[in-house]
Nanobody
Framework: QVQLVESGGGLVQAGASLRLSCAAS????????MAWFRRAPGKEREFVAA????????GYLDSVKGRFAISRDNAKNTVYLQMNSLKPEDTAVYYC????????????????WGQGTQVTVSS
């Protein structure tokens, strides 16, 4: 069982940056691929970024490529999402997810989920 707790969300203006963090409660954090998803009001949950167990593979939603960066620190059991040049369309609840297998884009593939953190970008 893996418990995930996100933090770092907030209200920012367009063009600003935020860094989300997700802390995992497991002694085997490096055994899990990690990902970020988001759900905007009235929309389906959407894949944002994923990172493999040791960071060798990373994948992104096309609309965030070049603006967002996923990283992890296995010594701290934490995965990060650095978000730069934020746009109003990035407004959503952002969720951290974990699974033993790395995959890009497939929410049902991830077994463990956090409670989410709200990101609001004003224009």
């Amino acid at each position: 069982q893996v418990q995930l707790v996100e933090s770092g969300g907030g209200l920012v203006q367009a063009g600003a940056s935020l860094r989300l963090s997700c802390a995992a409660s497991t002694r085997t954090f490096s055994a899990y691929a990690m990902a970020w998803f988001r759900r905007a009001p009235g929309k389906e949950r959407e894949f944002v970024a994923a990172i493999s167990r040791y960071g060798g593979s990373r994948g992104y939603l096309d609309s965030v490529k070049g603006r967002f960066a996923i990283s992890r620190d296995n010594a701290k059991n934490t995965v990060y999402l650095q978000m730069n040049s934020l746009k109003p369309e990035d407004t959503a609840v952002y969720y951290c997810a974990a699974d033993r297998d790395y995959s890009v884009g497939a929410a049902p593939s991830y077994d463990y989920w956090g409670q989410g953190t709200q990101v609001t970008v004003s224009s």
